[in-house]
């Protein structure tokens, strides 16, 4: 692993441009490539019976972390998953959040204590949103966390936000109605959580940390054409770097 991660410092610095060595012969690096069909269900099966401390599944996007969630939570509690997060599950949040002058943070490991139904969130009434009491790692109080009930329809209305924010900013040239627009953007934003199951995390939500194993869904980042080259060495140098023993890789074409 250590080879693999000097090989890829040389492609960041701009050293050498083969792709190849990302996969290459690398099963010496602990490195293996796994089928596009098989990454999911070894993905799976691995994560069934081990601990989320030390498995962890790396997408690019947040659309990828949640699928890839799914599929966990749909073998580990079947039928149940479909009806929300279970007591004592484990998740993580995909971002900053506040609620009642409390703070959860990115990526940060919680404990599900109880779940309750949907409801309007008591700040944004026009929004639904599902209650989750947290238990926060490494801190006793727990921590109430609002979940978004539509993704889509809370996402669109931070993306309004940000655009109105940016049009007093640049075409009206307004900067006192630009800081208002986005401290209405930061409050919203920061009122509802993104939770995925503790077994995924974003490649770079996951950086600073390491895992026994790691699968890392290059599919997902390859996707994005706007990745300059150096970008996506970047990526792949910090997914491929968590793994403290193996890393599991879904082939794809680069």
Not at 7 to 15: L, N, V, Y
Not at 78 to 89: H, P, V
Not at 209 to 230: C, G, L, M, Q, W
Request: hydrophobic share 35%; charged share 30%; net charge positive.
């Amino acid at each position: 692993m250590i080879k693999q991660a000097q090989r890829m410092r040389k492609m960041i610095a701009g050293k050498t441009k083969d792709f190849k060595i990302l996969y290459g012969e690398a099963s010496g690096y602990g490195i293996h490539r796994v089928k596009q069909r098989d990454f999911v269900k070894q993905f799976v099966r691995a994560a069934k019976d081990a601990d989320a401390k030390n498995i962890r599944g790396l997408t690019f996007t947040h659309e990828a972390a949640h699928e890839l969630s799914e599929a966990v939570r749909l073998e580990k509690f079947k039928d149940k998953a479909r009806d929300g997060w279970q007591d004592g599950e484990r998740v993580i949040n995909l971002h900053h959040i506040k609620h009642g002058g409390m703070q959860l943070y990115s990526s940060q490991e919680a404990v599900v204590v109880e779940s309750g139904p949907q409801e309007p969130h008591p700040n944004f009434p026009d929004f639904e949103a599902t209650p989750v009491l947290l238990r926060p790692e490494g801190r006793g109080a727990n921590f109430l966390c609002y979940e978004a009930a539509d993704y889509a329809k809370t996402i669109k209305h931070a993306q309004d936000l940000a655009a109105k924010a940016n049009h007093a900013r640049y075409q009206e040239h307004d900067d006192d109605a630009a800081r208002g627009y986005w401290r209405d953007f930061w409050k919203f934003k920061e009122s509802f959580g993104e939770l995925i199951s503790a077994y995924v995390c974003t490649i770079h939500r996951s950086q600073g940390s390491t895992f026994d194993a790691v699968y890392v869904d290059a599919e997902d980042i390859v996707a994005h054409k706007r990745h300059t080259p150096i970008s996506m060495y970047r990526l792949f140098y910090v997914a491929l770097s968590r793994a403290r023993y193996s890393t599991h890789v879904k082939d794809v074409k680069i």
